[in-house]
């Protein structure tokens, strides 16, 4: 049982540090003066999924909810 606790704690300490890296990686939601003109529309703006920013944002989901999760069975009393 003691080994499970110690890989789950690493794979813990590593999802944080990756979501922490991941969440610095992204840019911020301000349209800025672009969205006065209009330009928030174009083709970048709309394929904005398929794009890095698109990638970062669901590997934020993914590492949160393992996040969550992890932090979760870390807690129940079976490893005390």
Request: net charge positive; with cysteine; glycine share 8%.
């Amino acid at each position: 049982m003691d080994i499970l606790k110690i890989v789950l704690m690493i794979i813990f300490a590593i999802d944080c540090i990756a979501l922490t890296i991941v969440v610095l990686m992204q840019e911020g939601k301000s349209a800025g003066l672009g969205a006065i003109s209009g330009i928030a529309d174009t083709y970048w703006g709309q394929n904005k999924g398929r794009s890095m920013e698109g990638a970062l944002v669901k590997s934020t989901k993914f590492l949160a909810i393992l996040f969550i999760v992890l932090a979760a069975v870390l807690n129940l009393k079976v490893f005390a």
